[in-house]
């Protein structure tokens, strides 16, 4: 294949693309807004799944260098009642087909199986306009400029590949989550660290919950998670921790301790991250020399599928432009036709689990659904 692939975005999903595609032989330049591997945090635990991230890994070619970062026996889990009392406890015994792993090591893998020069970091895109015959031009925020014969949008939720293919933009889905961090649980949160126990905790009540991971190194990683409108989240000074972390905490009142310790106790200011999708089953015409994977594609209410399903989008793309060296278009509309069902099913699923987590018969409802899964 002699075209080069431009893609934007060095999230998992376009670092898995550029990996699939050196390995067979195609050369490919991501480009990355942020000023280098290292310029934020990359978030906390993965479960990668046996689905679709682990074969989008073995597409890669780095399953075994997976498997040297998963963290044994964090796929641990409790749920709690608000009042801490123990609703289930799931320990990992190993058999678990979705290992843990810390995102930004497994980014560090990806990167680092890529030729030198690869991601070209602090590009940032401003513009995207077609040139006709399947090129596109690419505006950076430097005022420099790039042509493509073929783009590729991995550049998340509000992704300015998109609007190439699709007019659609995610809404605000009537929940957020507020992310907070504990470091050093067992020394300094000993209560709240046993309730999180060795893998993750999740508790639950209608339109509320309060879900935590057990990160390396004794971190506490936590969701809390509140449906409630833009405007009421609008009213509260994030810039101000204490005061924050108060009026959300208010929210639990009567939890018990040592779950809104993983808000009050916080040891960095609450992040707020309101929750957005795309529309339902989203899709669009074929539009030649471009196409979009992960968010950009099809951004749905978290169900923990959307690394899996970015870094699987990344291999399907790859090997399709691989099975069709000569016919980039034909390896475009394969993906996409793989693609449109596949997303929307999950997007389906995200949204039954959410209606499982936060509807109005939890924690019931998750309880019923560990057992059904239990006994398929």
Do not use: C
């Not at 991501?30 to 990668?48: C, H, K, W």
């Not at 070619?61 to 889990?77: D, N, W």
């Not at 208010?250 to 999708?277: K, Y």
Request: hydrophobic share 45%; proline share 6%.
């Amino acid at each position: 294949m002699n075209t080069h692939v431009t893609i934007i975005g060095a999230g998992l999903g376009g670092l898995t693309l550029a990996r699939v595609l050196h390995v067979h032989g195609i050369p490919s330049t991501v480009y990355e807004a942020e000023a280098s591997p290292t310029a934020r945090a990359q978030g906390g635990l993965l479960d990668i799944h046996e689905s679709n991230g682990q074969p989008a890994l073995e597409a890669a070619g780095l399953i075994e260098e997976f498997r040297g970062l998963v963290l044994e026996g964090h796929q641990a889990t409790r749920v709690l009642a608000p009042d801490g009392t123990v609703l289930l406890d799931e320990p990992d015994d190993g058999t678990g087909g979705r290992p843990e792993v810390q995102r930004g090591e497994l980014r560090r893998m990806l990167l680092d199986s890529l030729p030198a020069g690869t991601v070209r970091w602090g590009h940032k895109v401003t513009d995207v306009r077609p040139l006709g015959g399947g090129k596109h031009e690419v505006t950076f925020a430097d005022g420099t400029t790039t042509g493509t014969d073929l783009l590729v949008g991995a550049d998340g939720a509000w992704s300015r590949v998109r609007p190439l293919v699709s007019a659609a933009v995610p809404e605000y889905i009537g929940r957020s989550f507020v992310e907070t961090w504990l470091f050093d649980g067992d020394d300094r949160h000993p209560a709240t660290a046993a309730a999180v126990g060795g893998g993750s905790l999740l508790t639950l009540a209608p339109g509320k919950a309060i879900q935590a991971h057990r990160e390396s190194g004794g971190t506490l990683h936590a969701y809390v998670v509140l449906s409630k409108p833009r405007d009421w989240f609008a009213e509260i000074d994030f810039s101000d921790a204490a005061a924050s972390a108060a009026r959300i905490a208010a929210e639990f009142e009567g939890w018990a301790p040592e779950l809104t310790a993983l808000i009050t106790d916080a040891d960095v200011p609450p992040v707020l991250r309101p929750l957005h999708a795309l529309p339902a089953g989203h899709r669009w015409d074929r539009v030649p020399g471009v196409t979009l994977l992960g968010d950009a594609a099809h951004l749905s209410a978290p169900s923990g599928e959307g690394a899996n399903l970015a870094m699987y989008d990344g291999a399907e793309l790859g090997r399709a432009l691989a099975a069709h060296p000569g016919d980039v278009e034909t390896a475009l509309a394969e993906y996409e036709r793989a693609l449109f069902p596949r997303s929307a099913a999950e997007a389906e699923d995200a949204v039954r689990m959410h209606d499982i987590l936060f509807g109005d018969a939890t924690p019931q409802s998750l309880l019923d659904f560990f057992a059904a899964a239990k006994s398929a």
